[in-house]
């Protein structure tokens, strides 16, 4: 029977297991403690914003002019499409942010760090992911704030 670590399939496929089980790990939080991620005024801005493009998509009028950034009440309302009625598919939006934030920064440190090993590598998105109270708190919130550190990473990776 072959290994499932080393050099195989774990050991190439191992940052996606990676973000997937963060993923996991935050819809779990999130459904345990039943945190609806709308604080603020801001938040209940996008999600009332994300309820009108729903709206506007099904066939309904159009949901007007936006002061905030547009993408991610526009993301949610897509995702409303499979996560209907709920601030949750706004807040799913959120956490897969944050587990493609992790992914993106594991790949950063290896690319200009290549002798660091994957130990580190993991210490290192335990320490930003989960000790540094903005990111995580990010991540559960109907905010755009995880996404557009997830897009501003990405665009510096792929540079």
Do not use: C
């Amino acid at each position: 029977m072959k290994s499932f670590s080393g050099t195989g399939h774990f050991r190439r496929y191992h940052e996606y297991y990676f973000a997937a089980l963060i993923l996991i790990l935050l819809l779990l939080l999130r459904l345990l403690s039943s945190f609806n991620g709308l604080y603020g005024q801001d938040s209940h801005e996008y999600y009332r914003y994300a309820l009108r493009w729903k709206e506007f998509l099904s066939g309904g009028a159009h949901p007007g002019d936006y002061f905030w950034p547009m993408h991610y009440p526009v993301y949610g309302a897509l995702m409303m499409f499979l996560i209907p009625g709920t601030a949750l598919a706004q807040q799913f939006i959120s956490m897969l942010s944050m587990a493609l934030l992790l992914l993106y920064t594991a790949r950063l440190i290896r690319r200009y760090s290549p002798r660091v090993d994957m130990g580190t590598v993991y210490g290192y998105l335990f320490l930003v992911g989960f000790l540094s109270p903005f990111l995580f708190q990010s991540a559960f919130l109907v905010m755009s704030d995880m996404l557009a550190a997830f897009l501003a990473t990405a665009a510096i990776y792929h540079l």
